[in-house]
């Protein structure tokens, strides 16, 4: 049987990770997984998307209030949504080779043999330039999801991993996507990925 490996893809908010990630497995030929894992775990839970997102807008942590990530919400809730998100990502890693973004998948996998960790970051004009123009956002509303998303996504990591989302010591890659862009970004990624893993390709 054809060993199999999973990139995970750790990303700040407007640094574009999502669409590279995308390209990467398009790429590479290999599944891409983001929002799917919101549908899963809809259905594992047996709730409606709609209903997670409503938890999650009504979110409280001991931190602050807030709608992202999937999972942000009430202890019991949040961590039931974790439970359920860990047991989809480590199902997906062992039945197929694929990308996942986000919802800590680099530590849920951190001790698979075959797992490359990436974290996408850009500088913060970069970002905000990202999300006015790519995302059509108006400048105020960008600087506030930025700030608030970054929030979410670094105490989210961080209360189920023990660790920042750019904890380098838990990134195989870390990558500036604002030096070549997305096209750019994911030539090197690709290739990087190729050389990394050409054994089992």
């Not at 750790?10 to 790429?27: C, D, H, K, L, N």
């Not at 809809?42 to 979110?59: G, H």
């Not at 700030?147 to 989210?156: F, G, I, L, M, N």
Request: charged share 25%; net charge neutral; hydrophobic share 40%.
């Amino acid at each position: 049987m054809k060993e199999k490996f999973v990139v995970t893809i750790t990303r700040q908010f407007g640094s574009m990770g999502r669409p590279i990630a995308r390209m990467v497995s398009e790429r590479l030929g290999i599944e891409y997984y983001d929002r799917d894992i919101v549908e899963m775990t809809s259905k594992n839970l047996q709730l409606p998307v709609s209903t997670i997102s409503d938890v999650e807008e009504s979110a409280k942590t001991a931190f602050f209030n807030m709608n992202y990530p999937l999972g942000m919400g009430t202890t019991a809730i949040q961590d039931s949504i974790f439970s359920v998100q860990k047991k989809i990502i480590i199902d997906l890693a062992e039945r197929e080779s694929c990308i996942i973004v986000g919802r800590c998948a680099d530590y849920i996998l951190w001790d698979r043999k075959n797992i490359f960790n990436v974290f996408i970051y850009a500088p913060y004009e970069a970002r905000l330039s990202n999300c006015i123009e790519r995302l059509n956002l108006r400048p105020d509303e960008a600087k506030k999801m930025i700030a608030s998303v970054d929030k979410a996504r670094e105490s989210y990591h961080r209360h189920y991993c023990g660790y920042s989302m750019s904890d380098k010591e838990h990134k195989h890659l870390m990558i500036d996507s604002s030096l070549l862009g997305i096209e750019g970004t994911c030539e090197i990624l690709t290739d990087v990925i190729r050389k990394k893993f050409s054994s089992v390709m």
